[in-house]
Nanobody, 120 residues
């Protein structure tokens, strides 16, 4: 069974850094686009960052550009989100997501979510 297991969330002060990790198993990780989403209380789920299967292309929501970096290690079947210069508005539950599609077939897997709290 496909599984995404996250780690690295927690409490950090404004201006601090945190690195989230998402370990994948049970599917062909190297063929999937990987994404990080976040959802704050009362708000819609937001796509924060994405990375193509080979890691050659990344995309970010404007609010995190220059501060967050998504990366992946296909040998370790792990995707990362390095978060620097954190702000209180970054506080949310962060979700790891894997997407794959091929000629009408598609897969979409989600992690359990990990809480990131930015507060002094």
């Amino acid at each position: 069974q496909a599984q995404l297991v996250e780690s690295g969330g927690g409490l950090v002060q404004p201006g601090g850094s945190l690195r989230l990790s998402c370990a994948a198993s049970g599917f062909s990780f190297s063929t999937y686009i990987m994404n990080w989403y976040r959802q704050a209380p009362g708000k819609e789920r937001e796509l924060v960052a994405s990375i193509t299967s080979g890691g050659s292309t990344t995309n970010y929501v404007d609010s995190v550009k220059g501060r967050f970096t998504i990366s992946r290690d296909n040998a370790k079947m792990t995707v990362y989100l390095q978060m620097n210069s954190l702000k209180p508005e970054d506080t949310a539950v962060y979700y790891c997501n894997a997407r794959w599609s091929w000629y009408g077939h598609n897969r979409n897997y989600w992690g359990q979510g990990t809480q990131v709290t930015v507060s002094s």
